[in-house]
T-cell receptor, first 111, second 114 residues
Framework: SQQGEEDPQALSIQEGENATMNCSYK?????LQWYRQNSGRGLVHLIL?????REKHSGRLRVTLDTSKKSSSLLITASRAADTASYFC???????????FGKGITLSVRP | NAGVTQTPKFQVLKTGQSMTLQCAQD?????MSWYRQDPGMGLRLIHY???????DQGEVPNGYNVSRSTTEDFPLRLLSAAPSQTSVYFC?????????????FGQGTRLTVV
């Protein structure tokens, strides 16, 4: 069963706007990761946040983690048409290396 | 800089046939795994390996076998293909879970069972 549940399932925004995607999970984690998948391609790692971190930045990406609420958010600022893709959160428990993925969010950025 | 290489990219099988999906990585990663991706289901873990000679089951292992004789290779075998195994299969690798580093994915194998 999926550990992470992303919200919303689909998001459509205008180029230049910010995109916020949320992920909730059920059990304790060691880290949480976000991945991007372009249509017909494999997944590409975006950012990893550890359970003892609250916020992390990477370029136009900002991820937050609230372990008390078992939730994370991914913010993409100043979105571009090239950001159109599916985004997945994945949780790692640290015990045996397994990553558990959510069902993903489809982001469409209109030019 | 190959990363994770999966072959073939596309495959059509008849019900009952067997085949092996190949996965190779050149990053000396200890951890390798196989996922299947179905519409609306996200990625589900089939089997994984934490090192050569060690494999374990994931969430949906039935109908699949794996082995890990070398660090580089992690083939996935379909024993007797069924239409329910129509899916896109992804292989991934990473350093050991102790470091919890990012996973690198192959480009996928799109399998259709008729």
């Amino acid at each position: 069963s999926q550990q992470g549940e992303e919200d919303p399932q689909a998001l459509s925004i205008q180029e230049g706007e910010n995109a916020t995607m949320n992920c909730s999970y059920k059990t304790s984690i060691n880290n949480l990761q976000w991945y991007r998948q372009n249509s017909g391609r494999g997944l590409v790692h975006l950012i990893l946040i550890r359970s003892n971190e609250r916020e992390k930045h990477s370029g136009r990406l900002r991820v937050t983690l609230d372990t008390s609420k078992k939730s994370s958010s991914l913010l993409i600022t100043a979105s571009r048409a090239a950001d159109t893709a599916s985004y997945f959160c994945a949780t790692g428990d640290g015990a045996n290396s397994k990553l558990t993925f959510g069902k993903g969010i489809t982001l469409s950025v209109r030019p | 800089n190959a990363g994770v290489t999966q072959t073939p990219k596309f495959q059509v099988l008849k019900t009952g046939q067997s085949m092996t999906l190949q996965c190779a990585q050149d990053m000396n990663h200890e951890y390798m795994s196989w996922y299947r991706q179905d519409p609306g289901m996200g990625l589900r873990l089939i089997h994984y390996s934490v090192g050569a000679g060690i494999t374990d089951q994931g969430e949906v292992p039935n109908g699949y076998n794996v082995s890990r004789s070398t660090t580089e290779d992690f083939p996935l075998r379909l024993l007797s293909a069924a239409p329910s195994q129509t899916s896109v299969y992804f292989c991934a690798s990473s350093y050991s879970g102790v470091r919890n580093t990012e996973a690198f994915f192959g480009q996928g194998t799109r399998l259709t069972v008729v």
